[in-house]
Each structure stands twice: as C-alpha cells, then as structure tokens.
C-alpha cells in the first residue's frame, strides 16, 4: 500500500507564492506516475499538474508558466511551487499517485483522473486579495 500526506497550504496574498509537498511511502518498486488535483468548492476535481518517472510533465492550461511540479525520487517526495497566484487558485490541493512505467500512461491519467489509485488527504490554499 502506498500513502500519501500533503503539507504546505496556507494563506496568501493574490501575487504571492506558495509550495506545496507531498511525502510518500509505501512504494513497492515499481515506476509511479504522480500529480497534484485541486477541487475548489463546489467545482469539480481538476487536474492541475502530473510527473512521470521519466521527469516529463503535464500541466493545465491554466496554470502554465506559474506552477512547476518536481519529485525527489531519492526522498520520495513531490513538489509544486506555486507563484503568481490568482484568487481562482484557492482550493482544496490533493497530492495522488499510480503505477505507471511510461510518460504516455501518465498524460493518459492524467486526462482521466480516476485512473489515479492513491491519494492523499488534502491541503488546504486560501487566496486573498
């Protein structure tokens, strides 16, 4: 089994920047495909950003140019540094993972959120102005 415990969240001012972690555990070996998910309320789980083992990486259009998503495979760990933020931001950040042994899986999951197997609990961004 794997587990997956977020940390990072908090408040800041529309501009400012905030980086997010995600501590994992568990693994069994096998190559992971990882991503961060927000979900605002009432809004829909969107995918904001994903890593295959490989280091290619997938973003949303919306957070393009602002967001970078990054893994420490030796302290297995996942990151993603937020700068620029807007208001539209704030949600509910979830760190996931599932085994994968190609970048191509990964985008694929990536487009189909459902396909991620593991996740973590959830930390909180607020964003004011």
């Known amino acids: 089994q794997v587990q997956l415990v977020e940390s990072g969240g908090g408040s800041v001012q529309a501009g400012g920047s905030l980086r997010l972690s995600c501590a994992a555990s568990?693994?069994?070996?096998?190559?992971?495909?990882m991503a961060w998910i927000r979900q605002g309320p009432g809004k829909e789980r969107e995918g904001v950003a994903a890593?295959?083992?490989?280091?290619?990486?997938t973003y949303q259009d919306s957070v393009k140019g602002r967001f970078t998503i990054s893994r420490d495979s030796a302290e297995n760990t996942l990151y993603l540094q937020m700068n620029s933020l807007k208001l539209e931001d704030a949600a509910m950040y979830y760190c996931?993972?599932?085994?994968?042994?190609?970048?191509?899986?990964?985008?694929?999951?990536?487009?189909?959120?459902?396909?991620?197997?593991?996740w973590g609990q959830g930390t909180q961004v607020t964003v004011s102005s």
């Open positions: 996931a993972a599932v085994p994968a042994w190609n970048s191509a899986f990964c985008e694929g999951a990536f487009r189909e959120l459902k396909t991620f197997r593991y």
């Open positions: 568990g693994a069994t070996g096998r190559g992971y495909c």
């Open positions: 890593i295959a083992s490989d280091g290619t990486t």
